[in-house]
């Protein structure tokens, strides 16, 4: 059973900073991409940043100066750190998983494995 698990959401001051992490079970990094997406109130859903099933991380240019993904595949955990924190960044984050190894661009289609998400609200 693949389940992912994000934590680590709140409120943040604008300028500050929020860690998010993904816990996975019942899969394995290396055979995957794994992904963080975001969506505000109100808009469609995007993407943050993934990494390859090949571990090379690539980033949306909007927040590649901010975002940092980074993983631990020993732990099964990916994980997001946010700085730099605008009130625009507001909403809820998800962790995502690929069946496969395929994963071209930071676009959900692509993913089919969710997390419930984590709220982040900046204010």
């Known amino acids: 059973h693949v389940q992912l698990v994000e934590s680590g959401g709140g409120l943040a001051q604008p300028g500050g900073s929020l860690r998010l992490s993904c816990a996975a079970s019942?899969?394995?990094?290396?055979?995957?991409?794994m992904a963080w997406f975001r969506q505000a109130p109100g808009k469609e859903r995007e993407g943050i940043a993934l990494f390859d099933s090949r571990g090379r991380a690539r980033y949306v240019d909007s927040l590649k100066d901010r975002f940092t993904i980074s993983k631990d595949n020993a732990e099964n955990k990916l994980t997001l750190q946010m700085d730099s924190l605008k009130p625009e960044d507001t909403g809820t984050y998800y962790c995502?998983?690929?069946?496969?190894?395929?994963?071209?661009?930071?676009?959900?289609?692509?993913?089919?494995?969710w997390g419930r998400g984590t709220q982040v609200t900046v204010s």
């Open positions: 995502a998983a690929t069946s496969g190894s395929y994963c071209p661009v930071i676009k959900e289609e692509y993913y089919n494995i």
């Open positions: 019942g899969l394995t990094f290396g055979s995957h991409c």
